[in-house]
Nanobody
Framework: VQLVESGGGLVQPGGSLKLSCAAA????????MSWYRQAPGKSRELVAD????????SYADFVKGRFTISRDNAKNTVYLQMNSLKPEDTAVYYCNAVWLNNVYWGQGTQVTVSS
């Protein structure tokens, strides 16, 4: 059972990246899915989440209008489309899956926004 993130990298301010989080060993559609991030020297913070069932979305204020979370149950994958990236978005991004007492974290993918 694991979550594997991909899609991170180095991007210039104003650029875009799309992160993917693929689930292996469990059915992602049952799970409440979230993206978190952690910058150096800071606590991990919630970026966006999507419920199971009705796919209700929510976002942290600092990414509203710039980031979009989505899921593709057929591919057992959750995405985070990040647009208009800023240097302060630099962090390791983690996906998280929760269902009943089951909680899984991915290993993280580094996003660096710099000119």
């Amino acid at each position: 059972v694991q979550l594997v993130e991909s899609g991170g990298g180095l991007v210039q301010p104003g650029g875009s990246l799309k992160l993917s989080c693929a689930a292996a060993g469990f059915t992602l559609s049952r799970y409440y899915m979230s993206w978190y991030r952690q910058a150096p020297g800071k606590s991990r913070e919630l970026v966006a989440d999507i419920t199971s069932g009705d796919d209700t979305l929510s976002y942290a204020d600092f990414v509203k209008g710039r980031f979009t979370i989505s899921r593709d149950n057929a591919k057992n994958t959750v995405y985070l489309q990040m647009n208009s990236l800023k240097p302060e978005d630099t962090a390791v991004y983690y996906c998280n899956a929760v269902w009943l007492n089951n909680v899984y974290w991915g290993q993280g993918t580094q996003v660096t926004v710099s000119s």
